[in-house]
């Protein structure tokens, strides 16, 4: 078992910069691919970026390209969601998500179907 927990959120005005952090309690991230998501009020869970093993290998939501960024750091057992120049309608609430990593996977998985852990979210609220 995984336990995830997240971290970073708060409110912030549009065009600030946030930086969630994930981190697993007693279990390394080594051998596992990482995503991130988040739901808004009323709406489904939807991708925003994921990382294999291989922290080379990333994928991104196409509307979310250019600012946001995930990143991990093995060492520190960490993986991250860079947030820049944020708007209204990023609020709200974001999930870290692990699964074992497959070797013959190109990408990272982008489904919630895929994902076999999850934390319990952080509130990301941005005021116009």
């Known amino acids: 078992q995984v336990q995830l927990v997240e971290a970073g959120g708060g409110l912030v005005q549009a065009g600030a910069s946030l930086t969630l952090s994930c981190a697993p309690s007693g279990r390394t991230l080594s051998f596992y691919a990482m995503g991130w998501f988040r739901q808004a009020p009323g709406k489904e869970r939807e991708f925003v970026a994921a990382?294999?093993?291989?922290?080379?290998?990333?994928v991104y939501a196409e509307s979310l390209k250019g600012r946001f960024t995930i990143s991990r750091d093995n060492g520190k057992n960490s993986v991250y969601l860079q947030m820049n120049n944020l708007k209204p309608e990023d609020t709200a609430v974001y999930y870290c998500?692990?699964?074992?990593?497959?070797?013959?996977?190109?990408?990272?998985?982008?489904?919630?179907?895929?994902?076999?852990?999850w934390g319990q979210g952080t509130q990301v609220t941005v005021s116009s």
């Open positions: 990382i294999k093993r291989s922290m080379s290998s990333t």
């Open positions: 998500a692990a699964r074992l990593d497959v070797l013959a996977d190109f990408t990272a998985p982008q489904r919630t179907d895929e994902y076999s852990y």
